[in-house]
């Protein structure tokens, strides 16, 4: 009886830390200035093979474009620049206005 509300105290304790640093990590990122964080790494959404199919993550981190689309993250403006041409290119973070 008492080993379990240690480990009751222990996980309601980390869960609670957990907690309190996502909150903290969260302001500190809508905080920053977007358009200072460096470009989307294109080399690494590119396929090897032309005729593979790309496999984006289902992430929304939106991303600004030349052409004015928002892209709903980087690997989907990356693969409509190595689609379409080195004439899109990366505006900011975030969506366009």
Not at 33 to 58: F, H, Q, R, V
Not at 60 to 87: Q, S
């Amino acid at each position: 009886m008492r080993r379990s509300i240690c480990v009751y105290h222990v996980t309601t304790l980390s869960l609670m830390i957990l907690t309190l640093t996502q909150v903290t990590f969260s302001a500190l990122i809508k905080s920053r200035n977007l358009s200072t964080w460096p470009k989307p790494p294109c080399k690494m959404y590119y396929p090897i093979d032309p005729g593979y199919e790309a496999n984006c993550p289902d992430v929304v981190a939106f991303v600004c474009a030349t052409n004015g689309l928002t892209y709903k993250n980087e690997c989907f403006f990356c693969i409509d620049r190595w689609e379409f041409g080195p004439h899109i290119a990366f505006v900011k973070y975030g969506k366009c206005t």
